[in-house]
């Protein structure tokens, strides 16, 4: 696809503007002429492309499908967005990494320590140290870490308006960070049962009662002992319709919830209820508290096509975003590019 033709150069999918901050105006004069469909995308919704090509609504609608992902309708969302992370999955299949999310952590931190790095836990961070307009390291646990260069895959509301604070940066940047509307958040149930499902598909998407269940161990058998199933399902749900954790509205909230939920699974698992081993569940305020995301935002920042997320270049040197906040977007594969963008940046855009 044209979205990825010069990732060997690059070794990333760009958006015209970075390209020309990059590699200079010529490069962004060429990027229609070199990128003809892509370039039109980028200027569409998804809901306009799909008008172009078919006239059928139930077809629109079943080919709009993954686009939940984005938590944006076909409407708001740009095509370029939903090409590159819904339309491929039909296109190439989607891959899950064996042994879980958290294997691929795990072995992230390891390539780090490979090469001389640490990776430490359990090491919230503070403040992040600003001379003079520039990055000088973060606070931690009481203890400075020095550098002059700082990545932070926090939330940028989080990063600018708590960990670097108000005082270092412009009064017209701050409102607009303020302004970002947040993603919607999600709640979840990760279930473990004593009962065989290897006859259920993979992934059951319920797009009438919005919600979808993902039998993990049939993708992956060692995600549960023998004779036993994982799955987690996931339905949208707002950071206001919980109370604050710890109390006892909130308790009776996450109880509510998952058996609403429990309910809606008995009709495509009939008798699920008598089979739960384990079971836990997952509000907007659980993933508030173990991501520092505002309002447990799971994808950052609104993902429809007029939201202009920051710069992976803060107004502070030395101080980089990666992650769901800035280009392009929510999502394991658009963190790592995010990534792989700001550490081409780094070292200086060595291209081969």
Avoid at 25 to 40: A, C, E, G, I, T
Wanted: proline share 5%; glycine share 6%; aromatic share 12%.
């Amino acid at each position: 696809m044209e979205c990825y033709s010069d990732i060997h150069i690059y070794g990333a999918p760009l958006p015209p503007q970075l390209i020309a901050r990059v590699f200079g105006v010529k490069k962004l004069v060429d990027y229609p002429k070199d990128h003809p469909h892509f370039y039109d995308w980028m200027n569409k919704t998804f809901k306009e492309i799909l008008d172009e090509y078919f006239r059928d609504e139930d077809l629109k609608t079943l080919i709009s499908s993954l686009v939940s992902y984005l938590g944006v309708d076909p409407y708001n969302v740009s095509a370029a967005s939903a090409l590159t992370a819904c339309i491929s999955y039909y296109l190439y299949g989607g891959y899950f990494p064996r042994k879980g999310a958290q294997n691929f952590v795990e072995n992230l931190s390891k390539v780090i320590e490979r090469y001389g790095g640490r990776v430490l836990t359990n090491h919230r961070v503070d403040k992040i140290v600003i001379e003079n307009r520039e990055a000088r390291g973060v606070v931690a646990r009481g203890r400075i870490y020095r550098s002059s260069i700082v990545v932070s895959n926090v939330n940028a509301k989080t990063t600018f308006l708590e960990l670097v604070g108000r005082e270092n940066l412009d009064k017209d940047f701050i409102d607009y960070v303020e302004n970002l509307k947040m993603f919607p958040s999600c709640f979840m149930l990760f279930i473990g049962v004593d009962l065989d499902l290897s006859g259920y598909p993979i992934l059951i998407k319920n797009l009438d009662e919005g919600y979808e269940v993902v039998i993990n161990s049939n993708a992956d058998s060692l995600l549960a002992p023998r004779g036993m199933n994982s799955i987690t399902v996931m339905t949208s749900a707002s950071y206001t319709d919980f109370p604050d954790r710890e109390t006892k509205e909130y308790r009776e909230k996450k109880i509510e919830k998952t058996r609403e939920i429990l309910q809606k699974i008995e009709k495509i698992i009939p008798g699920i209820s008598n089979h739960i081993v384990v079971i836990d569940a997952a509000t907007p305020k659980t993933f508030e508290r173990y991501t520092s995301m505002p309002e447990g935002a799971i994808y950052a920042f609104d993902q429809s096509i007029h939201t202009h997320r920051p710069y992976f270049k803060t107004p502070i040197r030395g101080l980089y975003l990666v992650g769901a906040s800035t280009f392009p977007g929510g999502g394991i594969e658009a963190a790592i590019i995010s990534g792989t963008i700001c550490a081409n940046d780094i070292s200086g855009w060595r291209l081969k």
